[in-house]
């Protein structure tokens, strides 16, 4: 059995004994252990005893080819809305269908240049406030950030059919007035002439 201690005291004018084949000399007592060099793995116990633990109140180091640093958290705002969502698509979608001839659909978005133009134009006449209405309900609207609208996959289908249902209702009532116009004149007429008959003969 190998008499070896290197914590016993030493004679200074004898040679500090030396460990058994194979293995590293301990540090002295109250000091680390030597760390090995970067990108190295720290050397292994012999077989059969354990590991060495690292000191009271330090962590020990990470295993060989492991991150030394954590991955970064996600940035500001990216839990808030998920991946590349910004404004909601709901209130984009509404503020388009009814006061985009006014450009509040693009002052929600924060572009404002556009949407004093599109305020001044009264929506290009009305074209350009169809084709942005257009491109809410396809999905290609992007915030002033170049962000996805928030809610956009699970109500675009309602809004698709909510639309197409305002504008066939919007239509018949266009034919429908279009189509009495005449009879409204020509009832019109008869009633002005009446008027102008009754006065005649009372004068």
């Known amino acids: 059995m190998s008499s070896y201690d290197p914590y016993a ?6 040679p500090a004994p030396q ?3 194979g293995q590293a000399a301990p540090p002295p007592y109250g000091q680390p252990a030597p760390q090995p060099p970067y990108g190295q793995a720290a050397p292994q116990p012999p077989y059969g005893q354990p590991a060495p633990q690292p000191p009271y109140g330090q962590a ?3 295993p060989y080819g492991a991150p030394q640093y954590p991955p970064a958290g996600p940035a500001y705002g990216y839990a808030q809305y998920g991946p590349e969502e910004g404004k909601s698509f709901i209130t984009t979608w509404l503020l388009s269908y009814f006061l985009g001839v006014f450009g509040v659909d693009r002052f ?3 572009k404002v240049g556009t949407g004093v ?3 001044i134009t009264l929506g290009g006449c009305g074209i350009w406030a169809l084709i942005d209405l257009i491109l809410v309900l396809a999905g290609v609207t992007r915030d002033s950030q170049g962000r996805r609208l928030a809610g ?3 109500n675009k289908r309602v809004a698709w059919v909510v639309t197409i249902i305002l504008w066939l209702v919007g239509g018949i009532g266009t034919a429908f007035n279009a189509h009495n116009l005449p009879r409204y004149q020509n009832n ?3 009633g002005e002439t009446a008027i102008v008959l009754v006065v005649q003969r009372t004068v």
């Not at 005291?9 to 004898?14: A, E, F, K, L, M």
């Open 152 to 154: 956009y996959d699970q």
């Open 9 to 14: 005291s030493q004679d200074p004018n004898q």
């Open 117 to 119: 133009l599109k305020l």
């Open 60 to 62: 020990a180091p990470p």
């Open 108 to 110: 929600y978005l924060g």
């Open 188 to 190: 019109g007429a008869a």
């Open 19 to 21: 460990p058994p084949y």
